[in-house]
């Protein structure tokens, strides 16, 4: 072996005694310097860094000990994740910053039904102009009202009126859809455009009023899209 001849070649330069040792099968030779290399050969390496102290090993973040077991129930999982949970100030920040992105019409942000230039052409149409399907949450309301007006000629001529809306709605949102389906295959023959994905889009986005339209409107009303 290696450290056998390095310690002969070392004995001979050195010339330091030899020990001998005697056992059952007979006598063997083994120098001091042979043993030597040997405690030097088997020394463990270092670890290359230094060894941190205890108050850097305890900083928070830094975790010491084997990884905790994973929560077992939904309690142990809520209160897990509450633990983990940012700030309530900068979770009020990414919401702002969030909200403040999905009004401008970042595409990063928004839903997947709202993206691509497709479904922003069809909010720019809808926004172009007025439309009476605009007025279905206030007649929502004023069937609640009258639901609780417990006058029967007032609920009879609500009841009426509901349902002459309705109708008009209902005409106006299949009109605008085919009209809103026609321009966007216009303006965009290379995409493939659903008729009854793209009428409902419009028609949903339609019966919002236009303060509570996310993304916000880009064009004013009468502009020409």
């Known amino acids: 072996?290696?450290?056998?001849?390095?310690?002969?070649?070392?004995?001979?330069?050195?010339?330091t005694s030899t020990t001998t040792t005697g056992d059952s099968a007979g006598?063997?030779?083994?120098?001091?310097?042979?043993?030597e290399v040997r405690?030097?050969?088997?020394?463990?390496?270092?670890?290359?860094?230094?060894?941190?102290?205890r108050r850097e090993a305890e900083a928070p973040g830094r975790r010491r000990?084997?990884?905790?077991?994973?929560?077992?129930?939904?309690?142990?999982?809520?209160?897990?994740?509450?633990?983990?949970?940012p700030p309530k100030e900068d979770r009020r920040k990414a919401a702002a910053e969030r909200r403040r992105r999905m009004d401008a019409g970042d595409d990063r942000v928004l839903l997947p039904r709202d993206r691509g230039p497709v479904r922003a052409y069809v909010r720019d149409v809808v926004d172009s102009r007025p439309h009476v399907i605009g007025l279905f949450l206030p007649l929502?309301?004023?069937?609640v009202i009258a639901?609780?007006?417990?006058?029967?000629?007032?609920?009879?001529?609500?009841?009426l009126f509901t349902f002459l809306m309705l109708a008009v709605m209902l005409v106006e949102g299949t009109l605008l859809g085919m009209s809103v389906t026609r321009k966007a295959r216009a303006k965009f023959?290379?995409?493939?455009?659903?008729?009854?994905g793209t009428g409902w889009y419009s028609f949903s986005r339609a019966t919002q009023p236009r303060r509570m339209r996310v993304p916000k409107p880009r064009v004013e009303r009468g502009a020409q899209v």
């Not at 072996?1 to 010339?15: I, N, P, V």
């Open 1 to 15: 072996m290696r450290f056998l001849r390095r310690s002969e070649s070392t004995d001979a330069e050195s010339g």
């Open 27 to 35: 006598g063997t030779a083994v120098s001091e310097s042979e043993a």
């Open 39 to 53: 405690s030097r050969t088997h020394t463990t390496p270092g670890k290359g860094r230094a060894t941190p102290k």
């Open 65 to 85: 000990g084997p990884a905790p077991p994973p929560p077992r129930t939904q309690r142990e999982a809520s209160r897990l994740a509450k633990a983990n949970r």
């Open 140 to 143: 929502a309301a004023l069937v």
């Open 147 to 159: 639901a609780l007006v417990q006058v029967p000629a007032v609920q009879q001529y609500v009841t």
């Open 189 to 196: 023959p290379d995409e493939t455009i659903s008729p009854f």
